[in-house]
């Protein structure tokens, strides 16, 4: 089963690279926006929608000739950049070695060390609520949470190297607001956990689900098997305010279910939005392994709707706003990290527009980054 996985997966990525000759849109250097940032941004205020599924056929493209690991996967993970006690990270390129017990497990599940393997981290959505798998998924994994997991590029790193940011000391110092290069880029993943079990494995790819090596702690004690890409946020700063896409796939109503009671399939209520639907057509057609992924809508300045990922803001995905959530992604020495949760009604809601300048007095602004909420203090 694992070497038919294999072959699927190597099938895929041939036809993905006959797909971008077809779309004739350039990859080679997409994440810097191309020879001319402008010419990019003319095209992207064009149609905002073709622009985000040209760079999710790109990040889905592999890395190099000759590796097997997607563009997005060569990102730098954020457990390596914000780490234990505050410490620096290392270089960008640099990757952490996997855990001795998750190394162990792989060799015996016959997984491949040269792959990227996906530590996922994270199971709390932005409400602090989780997203649970049910229906159609394995009794083993009913009630288990959808897994996160948050990467950045390399413009992004450096920055936050440069400013000293990857601790909570080094953002305490800040004498001004944060400013990002326009070629800062930010991907959040959201994961169907399958460990071990092919049979569930091969329904998924059946889906069109891409299915990645990965691995999480829990109570001490390293899983580690398959997990399936149900969600991706796709994030850079092309403008001011960053472009905001996100993409799902089609059919996470099969496993993912709302937390009410009882439990219905998880869909997404804020689109995909009426100028991603034909263009969603356009490019599942044209690429094939991508076929089960659509784009939900791109949010840039200004605000026109709320947006939201089914996947990634399940719960209060008709008051999210990527843009002005992360408008609020601000410091304060006496008050901490801003608080976006907003008391109304005797309820909590997010913002679903920009919010007056005063209400950040004392206040660094963090530049709509608000991965850098997981830095530590270094002691």
Same mark, same amino acid.
């Given at each position: 089963?694992?070497?038919?996985?294999?072959? /699927?997966?190597?099938?895929?990525?041939?036809?993905?690279?006959?797909?971008?000759? *077809?779309?004739?849109?350039?990859?080679?250097?997409?994440?810097?926006?191309?020879?001319?940032?402008?010419?990019?941004? /003319?095209?992207?205020?064009?149609?905002?929608?073709?622009?985000?599924?040209?760079?999710?056929?790109?990040?889905?493209?592999? &890395?190099?000739?000759?590796? &097997?690991?997607?563009?997005?996967?060569?990102?730098?993970?954020?457990?390596?950049?914000?780490?234990?006690?505050?410490?620096?990270?290392?270089?960008?390129?640099?990757?952490?070695?996997?855990?001795?017990?998750?190394?162990?497990?792989?060799?015996?599940?016959?997984?491949?060390?040269?792959?990227?393997?996906?530590?996922?981290? *994270?199971?709390?959505?932005?409400?602090?609520?989780?997203?649970?798998?049910?229906?159609?998924?394995?009794?083993?994994?009913?009630?288990?949470?959808?897994?996160?997991?948050?990467?950045?590029?390399?413009?992004?790193?450096?920055?936050?190297?440069?400013?000293?940011?990857?601790?909570?000391?080094?953002?305490?110092?800040?004498?001004?607001?944060?400013?990002?290069?326009?070629?800062?880029?930010?991907?959040?993943?959201?994961?169907?956990?399958?460990?071990?079990?092919?049979?569930?494995?091969? /329904?998924?790819?059946?889906?069109?689900?891409?299915?990645?090596?990965?691995?999480?702690?829990?109570?001490?004690?390293?899983?580690?098997?398959? *997990?399936?890409?149900?969600?991706?946020?796709?994030?850079?700063?092309?403008?001011?305010?960053?472009?905001? =896409? =996100?993409?799902?796939?089609?059919?996470?109503?099969?496993?993912?279910?709302?937390?009410?009671?009882?439990?219905?399939?998880?869909?997404?209520?804020?689109?995909?939005?009426?100028?991603?639907?034909?263009?969603?057509?356009?490019?599942?057609?044209?690429?094939? /392994?991508? &076929?089960?992924?659509?784009?939900?809508?791109?949010?840039?300045?200004?605000?026109?709707?709320?947006?939201?990922?089914?996947?990634?803001?399940?719960?209060?995905?008709?008051?999210?706003?990527?843009?002005?959530?992360?408008?609020?992604?601000?410091?304060?020495?006496?008050?901490?990290?801003?608080?976006?949760?907003?008391?109304?009604?005797?309820?909590?809601?997010?913002?679903?527009?920009?919010?007056?300048?005063?209400?950040?007095?004392?206040?660094?602004?963090?530049?709509?980054?608000?991965?850098?909420?997981? *830095?530590?203090?270094?002691?």
């Amino acid at each position: 089963m694992r070497r038919a996985i294999s072959i /699927t997966v190597l099938s895929a990525l041939a036809g993905l690279a006959q797909a971008q000759n *077809a779309n004739h849109f350039d990859c080679s250097n997409f994440l810097q926006f191309g020879a001319d940032i402008n010419k990019t941004r /003319t095209a992207f205020a064009q149609s905002p929608e073709t622009m985000a599924w040209n760079w999710f056929a790109c990040l889905n493209q592999p &890395s190099t000739a000759q590796s &097997s690991n997607l563009v997005w996967e060569t990102m730098k993970p954020s457990d390596q950049v914000y780490l234990p006690n505050g410490a620096p990270p290392g270089t960008y390129d640099s990757s952490a070695p996997l855990p001795a017990a998750v190394v162990t497990q792989a060799k015996a599940q016959g997984m491949n060390l040269s792959r990227a393997f996906h530590n996922l981290n *994270a199971t709390q959505q932005v409400d602090g609520l989780i997203l649970q798998m049910g229906g159609a998924v394995p009794d083993a994994q009913q009630g288990n949470p959808v897994r996160f997991q948050l990467l950045m590029g390399k413009d992004t790193f450096d920055y936050i190297v440069k400013n000293q940011v990857y601790n909570m000391n080094g953002q305490a110092a800040l004498a001004n607001d944060l400013h990002f290069p326009p070629t800062a880029w930010e991907l959040k993943a959201a994961w169907l956990w399958i460990g071990t079990d092919t049979t569930y494995q091969q /329904t998924l790819v059946n889906d069109g689900y891409y299915i990645a090596q990965a691995y999480y702690q829990q109570d001490g004690k390293y899983q580690v098997g398959y *997990a399936a890409l149900s969600g991706l946020h796709v994030v850079n700063k092309l403008d001011s305010s960053w472009v905001w =896409t =996100t993409f799902e796939n089609i059919n996470n109503s099969k496993y993912t279910v709302t937390n009410a009671a009882p439990a219905t399939p998880m869909t997404n209520t804020t689109g995909p939005t009426p100028a991603a639907k034909p263009v969603n057509a356009s490019f599942q057609a044209s690429n094939p /392994t991508l &076929s089960k992924y659509e784009l939900i809508g791109v949010e840039f300045q200004p605000i026109t709707q709320v947006l939201a990922n089914s996947q990634l803001e399940s719960a209060f995905q008709n008051t999210s706003s990527c843009l002005a959530c992360h408008s609020t992604a601000a410091y304060s020495n006496d008050d901490g990290y801003f608080n976006f949760a907003l008391n109304k009604g005797g309820g909590i809601v997010y913002p679903t527009a920009p919010l007056p300048a005063s209400d950040f007095d004392g206040y660094k602004k963090l530049d709509f980054v608000w991965s850098l909420k997981r *830095a530590q203090w270094q002691r």
